[in-house]
């Protein structure tokens, strides 16, 4: 994007799977980028995902909570993609005290950095359909009451609000893409702890068996990582953007079952079983969650547009070349 070039540009999580593949676009874009990453174990940070933009990019050790760092890091940014966080689910209901310092604490250290030397900079927030909890309807669009069903919604939501917030304490130019289940390169694929569908490739690809919890006719709507990508850069160059909130999701929704069988399809190895749903994850399912994108396609002039079938071959591809980085 002609936007970009010669910009200078954050990434906030720069190293872990959506974070990473942004800066690739942004690089080949022409923006003067900086990456920030705490790297902490197990989040997904990792320098291979900088493969050969790693000379194009300033890298800083960093966590999002350190004030000084933040302060340091957001100075004369043009647009600051913000995408570090604790993701997931899980955890959030083992570790609360880490997730709300992280993504809640966190973000406002980060804002609070904003306000101090960058005050009307560009913000490119990333939220998640968790913080919608159990949907009330579906297609799931913008006005649907936000009722988190887990600490990491909760958590999340309340950094999307303190980002509409500051916008109006300060004149920060707040973006929120509530990002729905992402898959492709660069993720991590050591648990199944942050972005299941991915680690679930894994064990097809190694041709282990996959637990699907319940019937599995959940239903689900995915969206390749490039489009995604596609929706940070335009959130951060269209001015009409500011003060929203957009959700993100796929071409056709499917069910999970249905989307485990496609997972073996091109893996060409794996299988799976019906089980029951764990205590710790029953408690926090959704249910069937299906985006309504219109406002994106509308405001931003988004669409989805790899389909699962071409983007799950991109993603066997990527990970049969590049496993030692990853497994």
Same mark, same amino acid.
């Given at each position: 994007?002609?936007?970009?070039?010669?910009?200078?540009?954050?990434?906030?999580?720069?190293?872990?799977?959506?974070?990473?593949?942004?800066?690739?676009?942004?690089?080949?874009?022409?923006?003067?980028?900086?990456?920030?990453?705490?790297?902490?174990?197990? !989040? *997904?940070?990792?320098?291979?995902? $900088?493969?050969?933009?790693?000379?194009?990019?300033? /890298?800083?050790?960093?966590?999002?909570?350190?004030?000084?760092?933040?302060?340091?890091?957001?100075?004369?940014?043009? /647009?600051?993609?913000?995408?570090? *966080?604790?993701?997931?689910?899980?955890?959030?209901?083992?570790?609360?005290?880490?997730?709300?310092?992280?993504?809640?604490?966190?973000? $406002?250290?980060?804002?609070?950095?904003?306000?101090?030397?960058?005050?009307?900079? =560009?913000?490119? @927030?990333?939220?998640?359909?968790?913080? @919608?909890?159990?949907?009330?309807?579906?297609?799931?669009?913008?006005?649907?009451?936000?009722?988190?069903?887990?600490?990491?919604?909760?958590?999340?939501?309340?950094?999307?609000?303190? !980002?509409?917030?500051?916008?109006?304490?300060?004149?920060?130019?707040?973006?929120?893409?509530?990002?729905? &289940?992402?898959?492709?390169?660069?993720?991590?694929?050591? !648990?199944?702890?942050? *972005?299941?569908?991915?680690?679930?490739? +894994?064990?097809?690809?190694?041709?282990?068996?996959?637990?699907?919890?319940?019937?599995? &006719?959940?239903?689900?709507?995915?969206?390749? /990582?490039?489009?995604?990508?596609?929706?940070?850069?335009?959130?951060?160059? %269209?001015?009409?953007?500011?003060?929203?909130?957009?959700?993100?999701?796929?071409?056709?929704? $499917?069910?999970?079952?249905?989307?485990?069988?496609?997972?073996?399809?091109?893996?060409?190895?794996?299988? @799976?079983?019906?089980?029951?749903?764990?205590?710790? +994850?029953? #408690?926090?399912?959704?249910?069937?969650?299906?985006?309504?994108?219109? =406002?994106?396609? #509308?405001?931003?002039?988004?669409?989805? =547009?790899?389909?699962?079938?071409?983007?799950?071959? %991109?993603?066997?591809?990527? @990970?049969?070349?590049? =496993?030692?980085?990853?497994?």
């Amino acid at each position: 994007m002609a936007f970009y070039a010669g910009k200078k540009v954050l990434i906030i999580g720069g190293l872990g799977f959506i974070g990473s593949n942004l800066a690739h676009a942004l690089v080949q874009a022409g923006a003067t980028l900086s990456i920030v990453d705490a790297r902490l174990e197990d !989040h *997904g940070a990792n320098d291979f995902n $900088l493969s050969g933009i790693a000379d194009q990019v300033s /890298v800083t050790m960093a966590d999002v909570r350190d004030r000084a760092a933040m302060t340091k890091a957001v100075s004369e940014q043009a /647009v600051i993609f913000n995408i570090a *966080g604790q993701t997931s689910h899980v955890d959030s209901m083992v570790e609360p005290w880490l997730d709300n310092d992280i993504n809640t604490r966190g973000q $406002l250290v980060l804002l609070e950095a904003c306000r101090a030397v960058n005050s009307e900079v =560009k913000v490119v @927030y990333c939220g998640t359909r968790a913080q @919608y909890g159990a949907p009330q309807y579906t297609p799931v669009d913008e006005h649907c009451p936000m009722l988190p069903i887990d600490i990491y919604g909760v958590d999340k939501l309340a950094g999307e609000l303190y !980002h509409f917030l500051y916008q109006k304490i300060c004149g920060l130019r707040a973006v929120s893409l509530r990002v729905n &289940n992402t898959y492709g390169p660069r993720h991590q694929m050591k !648990h199944a702890k942050y *972005g299941v569908q991915n680690y679930l490739l +894994r064990l097809a690809l190694e041709g282990k068996e996959i637990s699907v919890f319940g019937d599995g &006719n959940q239903q689900r709507d995915l969206n390749y /990582v490039d489009d995604v990508v596609q929706a940070f850069l335009l959130a951060g160059e %269209k001015e009409e953007a500011v003060g929203q909130a957009f959700n993100l999701g796929g071409q056709e929704p $499917l069910t999970f079952v249905e989307l485990v069988a496609k997972l073996i399809q091109y893996a060409g190895s794996g299988s @799976y079983k019906h089980v029951p749903y764990p205590p710790d +994850r029953a #408690k926090i399912e959704t249910g069937d969650f299906v985006a309504d994108i219109r =406002k994106a396609q #509308k405001i931003l002039g988004w669409e989805p =547009k790899v389909s699962l079938d071409d983007g799950l071959k %991109k993603t066997v591809e990527f @990970y049969r070349q590049f =496993k030692q980085h990853y497994f």
